[in-house]
């Protein structure tokens, strides 16, 4: 089986690894500059469980250097989409499998409200490009549920959290989901076949969209965020602004913020993706985490003054920074 992973940071090397260590798979990488070079030179390396794992890895820059794969997974940064994506035609043919696994809400998650409205979201798929690049009957959902950094090109470290949930664009179960959910699980993940990826998604992103962003404006590790009475205040209206919107959209949160923060708070003095980019100098990605909750509030004309408020900091924050390119909506 050839698989392509399309994206080698943190969640993309964790996961490319672990196809790895079953030698029935060839794990390919699409990957540039240091990633690249060591990806060619040492292969898939990652640390877990004080166990260093290294497995042979062909990286190339150019998707045309490996032709069709079975199995695809994307784990871009978001920002990165709309230049990668259309390069990726020739490794994808009427079976192959494109995974996608990223931050926030992907390119394909409102497939069906741009379609009845003819007008696409800017913040996620502008001008409808990313749908056109990768076709939709190819497509699975993927929801990460762990912690991974890059040390350093070519090294990922997994810090917490093996729990993969995968599933359908349109719901329900399939024969192609639960073959991919037995792979996973028998590389060593903890994986489950989702019936509604969806509303998997939408939670994720409702636990996340306030911890990422405040993180990067404040510099604070998530416990100090929630540590703070006010801040803590503030994530719970901008979650629950979003869970009327979830109800909307047929994601439902059935949830209190207050659960929630009891949750994150164990995770304990963590640094967000999203601050670990701001760190490094890194675009953010804004678009996919806050940008398309605010275009979504305008499309439904649902007033959410507390997700504004903290999409135009951030943007603010971010654009002042060099690490946002404001877009139209």
């Known amino acids: 089986m050839n698989i392509c992973i399309v994206g080698v940071g943190a969640i993309g090397g964790f996961i490319g690894a672990r196809l790895a260590t079953n030698h029935k798979f060839i ?50 940064k978001t920002p990165s989409l709309s230049q990668v994506l259309p390069t990726l035609a020739p490794l ?64 990922i470290q997994h810090k917490a959290g093996n729990r993969l949930l995968i599933g359908e664009p349109e719901g329900g179960k399939s024969d192609r989901v639960q073959a991919l959910t037995d792979i996973l699980n028998k590389v060593g993940f903890d994986c489950n076949h989702s019936s509604s990826i969806r509303s998997e998604i ?13 993180s990067a404006i404040t510099g604070a590790t998530v416990d100090n965020i929630l540590q703070d009475p006010l801040v803590r205040k503030y994530c719970s209206a901008v979650m629950n602004e979003a869970a009327i919107l979830g109800e909307k959209i047929g994601c439902q949160i059935t949830e209190d913020p207050e659960s929630r923060h009891k949750v994150t708070e164990k995770l304990g003095a963590i640094k967000t993706s999203m601050l670990q980019d701001v760190e490094n100098g890194n675009a953010i990605e804004l678009d996919s985490i806050l940008g398309i909750i605010y275009e979504l509030t305008q499309r439904l004309e649902i007033e959410s003054p507390n997700i504004e408020s903290l999409f135009g900091l951030t943007r603010l924050f971010a654009t002042t920074k060099g690490l946002y390119e404001k877009k139209e909506t």
């Open 27 to 76: 794990v390919n990488a699409l990957a540039r500059g240091k990633s690249l070079a060591a990806l060619n030179k040492h292969g898939w390396r990652l640390e877990q469980e004080g166990e260093l794992i290294q497995r042979p890895c062909v990286a190339v820059e150019s998707a045309s250097d490996l032709g069709v794969q079975d199995i695809v997974v994307i784990a871009l």
């Open 92 to 155: 994808i043919d009427e079976n192959t499998l494109v995974i996608s696994a990223m931050n926030g809400i992907p390119w394909w998650f409102f497939r069906d409200l741009e379609t009845q409205s003819n007008h696409p979201f800017q913040s996620v798929n502008p001008k409808g490009a990313n749908g056109r690049a990768i076709p939709y009957k190819n497509i699975i959902g993927l929801v990460v549920h762990a912690a991974a950094v890059r040390s350093e090109p070519g090294i």
């Open 202 to 214: 939408w939670y994720k992103l409702w636990g996340n969209m306030t911890m990422n962003p405040i």
